[in-house]
C-alpha cells in the first residue's frame, strides 16, 4: 500500500506551497460541494482511512469534513487532472457540505448582473457549530 502511496503522490503536481486544490464532488449525482487544499499529508490519510482530509490554510492543521459538525465525507474515488495539478474527489457526503447549512458551498449563480443565491440553508450554522462557552469567554 505504501508503495501505491508513493507512486500517487509522485502523479500530483503540488504547488510551491506544497498545496494541490481539491474539488469534493458528490458521487451519485454528480453535484460540486466545495473546493478545498491537500497538502502531501491530507492526500496520504485519505488514501489510507477512505475518508477526505484536508489542508486548513486560515488553521495551518489538516481537518476532515464533520469533525466539529458531524457532517463527513466518505471517499469513493480520487481523481487527477490532465495535468496533474487538482484533484476530484468523489464523496458519499452525509449531511451537508457547506459550514453556511447549505448541500453546497455553490449556491450563488451570477444572473442578470447579480448574484442570486440559489439554495437555503438546510440546518443552521449554529446547529452545525455551536458556540460553546470556551469560545465566549
Not at 477526505?52 to 459538525?69: F, Q
Not at 465525507?73 to 484533484?87: K, N, P, S
Request: with cysteine; aromatic share 8%.
Amino acid at each position: 500500500m505504501q508503495t501505491q502511496i508513493e507512486d500517487t503522490l509522485a502523479a500530483i503536481k503540488f504547488g510551491p506551497d506544497g498545496l494541490v486544490p481539491a474539488i469534493a464532488q458528490q458521487y451519485d449525482t454528480g453535484q460540486i460541494l466545495m473546493l478545498a487544499w491537500m497538502n502531501r499529508e491530507a492526500v496520504c490519510v485519505t488514501l489510507e482511512e477512505g475518508r477526505p482530509c484536508y489542508w486548513s490554510r486560515s488553521r495551518a492543521k489538516l481537518w476532515r469534513k464533520g469533525e466539529t459538525s458531524g457532517q463527513i465525507q466518505l471517499l469513493r474515488e480520487i481523481r487527477l487532472d490532465c495535468d496533474g495539478d487538482a484533484v476530484l474527489l468523489l464523496v458519499d457526503q452525509q449531511g451537508v457540505a457547506c459550514h453556511t447549512g447549505r448541500l453546497s458551498c455553490f449556491f450563488r449563480s451570477w444572473r442578470e448582473g447579480g448574484w442570486v443565491v440559489s439554495g437555503e440553508p438546510q440546518i443552521s450554522p449554529e446547529i452545525l457549530y455551536p458556540v460553546t462557552r470556551d469560545q465566549v469567554e
